[in-house]
T-cell receptor, first 115, second 114 residues
């Protein structure tokens, strides 16, 4: 398996809802990432997990809560979001967590709409 | 921290012509420079990358050049085709940094007219 998968593809939620996004990879990658992408803008880093531990939080509001239950799975729990949080949420993974840089592979993303 | 500037923001070319997109970076410690192509509604996909110990890399119609002294790198697409139409993002990162952050340029919308 040479792919990062994400579910769901689309999600519509109200501001009081709680929902979760899921990301999976079976490439043995040990670094996993969450990005937020607005239309026609570059991906914006939110969180980095290295060996299942949170290593970078780019000052993301607490209404976004990441979780890495195991080396293949990454979740993003959503609660009390705002309409401006509507975006494409991308997951990515990378083989190594440090040392020589190598490719980050992106998942297809979850298109989130907050009403 | 690292800052990446990308130009132009939009680029229209005739099918068969060449396209060049340029990026500059600020942190001399950056040593890995990937280029991603993103079609509408799809994921960013790596098309080519270059490390700082190399000045140029080519893959069929796509090439990337790196000038470490001037801190800029460029994407060259030759014989453009309509399917090359997409948004292209350059990025820079420092190997060895914990978590390996990619810092992206603002993106270039490439339109190839047939």
């Amino acid at each position: 398996d040479t792919e990062v998968t994400q579910t769901p593809k689309h999600l519509v939620m109200g501001m009081t809802n709680k929902k979760s996004l899921k990301c999976e990879q079976h490439m043995g990658h040990r670094a996993m990432y969450w990005y937020k992408q607005k239309a026609k803008k570059p991906p914006e880093l939110m969180f980095v997990y290295s060996y299942e531990k949170l290593s970078i939080n780019e000052s993301v509001p607490s209404r976004f809560s990441p979780e890495c239950p195991n080396s293949s799975l990454l979740n993003l729990h959503l609660h009390a979001l705002q309409p401006e949080d509507s975006a494409l949420y991308l997951c990515a993974s990378r083989l190594r967590t440090s040392g020589m840089s190598d490719t980050q592979y992106f998942g297809p993303g979850t298109r989130l709409t907050v009403l | 921290g690292e800052n990446v500037e990308q130009h132009p923001s939009t680029l229209s070319v005739q099918e068969g012509d060449s396209a060049v997109i340029k990026c500059t970076y600020s942190d001399s410690a950056s040593n890995y420079f990937p280029w991603y192509k993103q079609e509408l509604g799809k994921r960013p996909q790596l098309i080519i990358d270059i490390r700082s110990n190399v000045g140029e890399k080519k893959d069929q119609r796509i090439a990337v050049t790196l000038n470490k002294t001037a801190k800029h790198f460029s994407l060259h697409i030759t014989e453009t085709q309509p399917e090359d139409s997409a948004v292209y993002f350059c990025a820079a990162s420092q190997g060895g940094s914990y978590g390996n952050k990619l810092v992206f340029g603002a993106g270039t919308i490439l339109r190839v007219k047939s």
